[in-house]
């Protein structure tokens, strides 16, 4: 723990020597077990990631209903700030999602059984069985990647199609694009498989390519879909329950600046190549608590105009 606290440390001081204001959140005690009505678990998650809780988009931050039992909790590191941007900004709107119940109508039971192989994983995954139900509306904001009036969202584990549709009625004035990605047997979060670098560009997990179907749509706004380096390494540090390819689990600062995890060399070089300027940030060893270098940021504030980057869409 005092090794990943030291780690995200330094990775503050290293956005704000660039000018960058950075708010951490007020962490509740997650060692405390989560009770509601229908659900119990012995201990919560974290609040390492708050990129898989909050959602902002224009000068709202969407609280997300979360789909991990562990997490229910998790809106609640955040409030302070939530509160002191409400207090401060009189545009800024703070919304939350309809809580979920969570009860075993919501998950596919034995989904994630031990003895349950790949193969019949990515079988499923393919056919878009995934271990969450459409029981309710589901999903985590790390699901969703923003194309200024256009919204991308993974259909998998940690987001059903009436957590997307939810999305669509809620956020009217945005276009919701539904995307899965087969290759991958475990499909939790969208941020190390598929990463904007900027306006035209993305990067794309080798493993887990975008269908062809759902590709059109990029292709015909020309946008460019590019393979990601291949992974500095190859296993997850320990405890880490994400994959090795939290090496494209980057922080895009601007259009030609991006923070690349000190050891993935690899990446760092084709972000080199693309023409970006590279910042490496050290955070392997926290890792366990959460995901990378997208997944602990969660940007409140950018300048710019909701643009249009599909404008050949119907």
């Known amino acids: 723990i005092d090794r990943a606290n030291e780690l995200l440390d330094k990775f503050v001081s290293q956005l704000e020597h660039r000018g960058i204001t950075v708010d951490r959140p007020t962490s509740i005690d997650h060692s405390l077990p989560a009770t509601t009505p229908d659900f119990h678990t012995d201990s919560q998650f974290g609040c390492m990631p708050p990129r898989d809780v909050l959602l902002t988009v224009g000068s709202e931050i969407l609280e997300a209903t979360m789909s991990y039992r562990c997490r229910w909790f998790e809106y609640l590191n955040y409030r302070p700030l939530l509160q002191?941007?409400?207090?401060?900004?009189?545009?800024?709107?703070?919304?939350?999602?309809?809580?979920?119940?969570?009860?075993?109508?919501?998950?596919?039971?034995?989904?994630?059984?031990?003895?349950?192989?790949?193969?019949?994983?990515?079988?499923?995954?393919?056919?878009?069985?995934?271990?969450?139900?459409?029981?309710?509306?589901?999903?985590?904001?790390?699901?969703?990647?923003?194309?200024?009036?256009?919204?991308?969202?993974?259909?998998?584990?940690?987001?059903?199609?009436?957590?997307?549709?939810?999305?669509?009625?809620?956020?009217?004035?945005h276009r919701v694009h539904t995307v899965n990605f087969p290759g991958d047997p475990y499909p939790i979060h969208i941020d190390a498989t598929f990463t904007p670098l900027r306006p035209g560009l993305i990067l794309n997990n080798p493993q887990r390519r975008l269908p062809d179907g759902q590709r059109e749509m990029f292709v015909k706004n020309d946008w460019e879909i590019v393979d990601a380096a291949q992974p500095a390494h190859n296993s997850p540090p320990p405890l880490c329950y994400s994959s090795t390819w939290l090496s494209m689990n980057v922080l895009v600062l601007d259009p030609k600046t991006v923070c690349v995890e000190k050891s993935e060399v690899y990446q760092a070089e084709q972000m080199d190549k693309l023409g970006m300027e590279v910042i490496e940030v050290e955070l392997r060893d926290a890792y366990a608590f959460g995901g990378g270098l997208h997944c602990c940021t969660a940007d409140v504030f950018r300048e710019g105009d909701c643009e249009d980057y599909f404008p050949n869409l119907r």
Request: net charge negative; glycine share 4%; hydrophobic share 35%.
């Open 84 to 173: 002191r941007y409400f207090n401060e900004d009189p545009k800024f709107r703070h919304e939350c999602a309809p809580k979920p119940r969570l009860t075993d109508a919501d998950y596919h039971r034995d989904y994630l059984s031990d003895s349950i192989g790949v193969e019949k994983r990515l079988h499923w995954t393919a056919k878009k069985f995934f271990v969450t139900t459409e029981e309710e509306p589901l999903f985590d904001a790390a699901d969703v990647l923003r194309f200024g009036r256009d919204l991308v969202v993974q259909h998998g584990f940690t987001t059903n199609l009436k957590g997307i549709e939810w999305l669509q009625r809620h956020f009217p004035n």
